[in-house]
């Protein structure tokens, strides 16, 4: 393809040299131009800076190949509404990407329908694939071939303000072992600070397929049980300790008043709101994404806070009953996919090569907020930079330890029948676990028949 572009840019100096008149027609005629769709109001902090690093790349693109052309989509409305845009995209041949930015949550769906192309040929040689860890690879791929690169990975931990665990008597670098822990130390912020929220974990259907992941999904993660679908029988989990432990986990806490109000962990917007949150002290405890303390830094200040006095501190998640390993974590990627059958293959991966370089990748973690997903970029000085120690490093070695949420394309699905029992269980703490269970297992009977359903120890 290299040799075919080649000539045919020589063959069009020679005919631009014959005629102004016919070189112009040529030019026209053979000039590519790449599609490009991306979130505009979900992926980056701000959909300014998704138009700003949209249009660095385009710019990059178009003087590395000039007389073709980058077309930019950007696509606004919550995420889930995106992943519907860009399904209706995929419609019809005139609005079709030829490249997408999205998460790796969704890759098995749009793999499984037949609309990307396999890569791993392509990325085998380039040197920032050789940098990512195992685990992050392995998410982009579906039934055995990679379809996704990631740009940065998103890791989940704990945040707590040192102002409200000091006066509950916890020790300056709290450390649970176990869910109980934090059940217990959210418990004495509740009578050392009653006007705080003592626990801030997110559940509800209205934060999308993203939601699972930084809330019930972490949870799982962390669980006697953590899997969600077995390989070994190709079916999907819709029972087990694992998931009755976090369901007891959401109906303790919302039981006994720890959690922080319906409107804001249920909120399709609950995942950001510990920025402001917690600058206010108004969380104790918050499982919570590698974001937050981005968002405290001048690139992007939702608010701006350097906290000198190291307010808010860090501790891993903890496995439910502090079984081996200790700690567990979910994580999830901003990747970028080429569709089945680009309008021209190599410029498609040219503008994916370009958005993976150093310099646009570390510009992904100050503005989208994601540690970076080669293991030589988290220790650069400009990404540790980004909030003050240990964060920027403590979540990025989240990663080698973290678990990837299933490829299938029907884990939309089971995430969202997992979000509904889990926020049964805040709703109405009455619910029992059995009750919660069955509200898992009965959506996905429906959705994906019961043939397709087990119940795991």
Known sequence: MAIKRALRNYALAALMATTAFSGAFV?????????????????????????????????????????????????????????????LLYNSPETKPDVIQYFDINVGQFAGSDLLSPIDDKVADTAWWKDTPDAVKDAGKYDGQVYSVAQGINTYGILFDRTLTDKAGLPKDWS??????????????????????????????????????????????????????????????????????????????????????????????????????????????TLTGNWIPIFWSKDICAPCWDDKEE???????????????????????????????????ELAWSAIDIMQQKQNMLNIAAWVAVAPPTTGLTTDAS??????????????????????????????????????????MVLKPETTIDQGVEILRSYMATQVGEDNLETLP
């Open 27 to 87: 030019d026209a005629a053979h000039a590519a131009n790449v599609k490009v769709a991306f979130s505009l109001n979900w992926t980056f902090a701000d959909p300014k800076l998704a138009q700003k690093w949209f249009a660095d790349i385009k710019a990059q693109f178009e003087k590395k190949h000039p007389g073709d052309t980058m077309e930019l989509i950007p696509v606004p409305g919550a995420y889930d509404d995106f992943i519907t845009k860009l399904s």
């Open 176 to 285: 649970p072992k176990s869910w109980n822990d934090i059940l217990d130390a959210a418990r004495a912020i509740k009578k050392t600070s009653p006007d705080a929220s003592p626990l801030y974990v997110i559940t509800g259907t209205s934060q999308g397929t993203f939601g699972v992941v930084a809330g019930p999904g972490l949870l799982l993660s962390a669980s006697s049980t953590p899997t969600i679908y077995d390989p070994a029988t190709q079916k999907w989990v819709v029972d087990s300790k694992g998931i009755r432990e976090v369901l007891d986990f959401y109906k303790t806490a919302a039981a006994e008043g720890l959690l922080a109000p319906t409107s804001q962990i249920m909120d399709p917007n609950g995942a950001t709101h510990p920025a402001e949150a917690l600058h206010g002290h108004k969380f104790g405890i």
């Open 311 to 345: 307010t808010i501190g860090f501790a891993k998640v903890p496995t439910s009953q502090g079984q081996a390993p200790g700690t567990g974590a979910s994580f999830n990627g901003v990747v970028l996919s080429m569709s089945k059958n680009p309008s021209d293959p």
């Open 383 to 424: 990404y540790l930079a980004l909030s003050r120690p240990p964060f920027q490093k403590a979540f990025a070695d989240l990663a080698s330890s973290s678990r990837a949420m299933p490829s299938q394309p029907e884990f939309p699905i089971w995430g969202n029948a997992f979000q509904q029992a889990t926020q049964a």
